[in-house]
């Protein structure tokens, strides 16, 4: 009796009745050997087989429109075909988004995906599997430093970076928003208005994505006559953004006018603070926002925020990692962003048409 070990059910020496690509047929259209098709098609082949006929495995793979059976080669190959998501936290819905975009792209390769909200934040993640290499085939980590990962990384997986510097090439590859033009628009927009006394309640995270906003924001006030640009560091939640606002509001000197929120949630607690001094959005203060969450049309009114495209981010990264996977050049694309203007930013209160609000100093 005959046992069919390899990735299809065939008989020696004939295609499968239906026509179907096998192996053999791949290996034959690329010159090489079944055993250099399962090497190459496994990620497995670096060592083993030389870069030129790996990239002729995989276009013959792709042209003889080749499909493996994927639970013969995952128990074959060590392969789980399954991808881990790490995020910061789970306390907003970006990155459900994020994860419902990676998902999307990863059933298309009939990938699963994992989602592992990093108990430390944007600290070190340990391993949450004791042996990640054995489980998972590769690794997307958003607005997380690589450095973070190290437990992750010494498993040798490929790593999908989300929101991070794309000059560190401890990752495979880098995928980004391009929240330093999402940061220039609402200081722009300030600016447009008349504002000219700004406190930027910056994230108080050391991360690549915080340290590019508040450059963008210096960046965007340079040069503007008359600009007063301060920044006050804020936890990201609503307690902490109301805390740091109220001493943005209270400190020596010419009140701000306006204040430049890193996120939807310190926004939040901005309009608390605010509303708690006697004064008004956006008559006496404008609050601006970041990320576009659903909270940001709860409160009233509206938050003036930057809308990030988090499906397609999630989607994006996925794509990055299958490239990977499949020993091709990753794309490392910068997504446009969008400014959302809503009711929570207006001219300051000494501007000429506003003279008689209440609320100005």
């Known amino acids: 009796m005959h046992q069919v070990t390899s990735d299809e059910t065939t008989t020696p020496g004939r295609r499968p009745a239906g026509g179907r690509t096998t192996s053999r047929d791949v290996a034959r259209a690329a010159g090489v050997s079944q055993a250099a098709v399962s090497l190459v098609l496994g990620d497995k082949w670096r060592g083993r ?3 030129a006929k790996a990239e002729a495995v995989r276009t013959a793979a792709r042209r003889l429109d080749y499909r493996p059976n994927l639970a013969a080669r995952s128990l074959r190959m060590g392969r789980t075909r399954t991808a881990l998501l790490v995020v910061p936290a789970l306390t907003t819905e970006f990155f ?4 419902t975009g990676a998902a999307r792209i990863a059933a298309d390769h009939d990938f699963g995906v994992v989602l592992y909200p990093s108990p430390e934040g944007i600290g070190p993640a340990r ?4 042996s990640a290499s054995a489980t998972l085939d590769g690794v997307i980590a958003s607005s997380m430093a690589a450095e973070a990962l190290t437990a992750l990384r010494d498993a040798d997986l490929p790593l999908v970076m989300l929101d991070s510097d794309p000059d560190d090439d401890r990752a495979s590859a880098t995928v980004n928003l391009d929240i330093a033009d999402g940061a220039r628009q609402l200081t722009t927009h300030l ?4 504002h000219r006394r700004i406190t930027h309640l910056a994230a108080d995270v050391h991360s690549w994505t915080f340290d590019l906003r508040a450059r963008a924001v ?6 503007v006559p008359d600009m007063l640009l301060r920044r006050q560091p804020a936890a990201l939640g609503v307690d902490a953004g109301l805390h740091a606002a109220h001493a943005a509001l209270t400190a020596p000197g010419p009140r701000p006018t306006a204040l430049l929120c890193d996120d939807d949630i ?4 901005a309009c608390k603070a605010v509303r708690r001094l006697g004064l008004r959005v956006p008559e006496d203060v404008s609050v601006t926002g970041f990320d576009d969450l659903a909270l ?15 499906e397609e981010f999630g989607e994006a990264g996925m794509r990055a990692l299958m490239s990977v996977l499949d020993g091709r050049p990753a794309e ?10 809503r009711g929570s930013t207006a001219p300051p209160p000494d501007a000429p048409d506003n003279a008689a609000r209440p609320g100005e100093q």
């Open 49 to 51: 087989v030389s870069p």
């Open 96 to 99: 459900a988004r994020v994860y």
């Open 127 to 130: 391993d949450p599997f004791g």
């Open 191 to 194: 600016t447009a208005l008349g």
């Open 218 to 223: 210096t960046e965007a006030c340079d040069g």
């Open 266 to 269: 310190i926004a939040a607690g």
């Open 296 to 310: 940001a049309v709860a409160v009233e009114p509206e938050l003036t925020t930057v809308r990030l495209p988090a």
């Open 332 to 341: 490392a694309p910068t997504l446009p962003v969008e400014l959302i203007t």
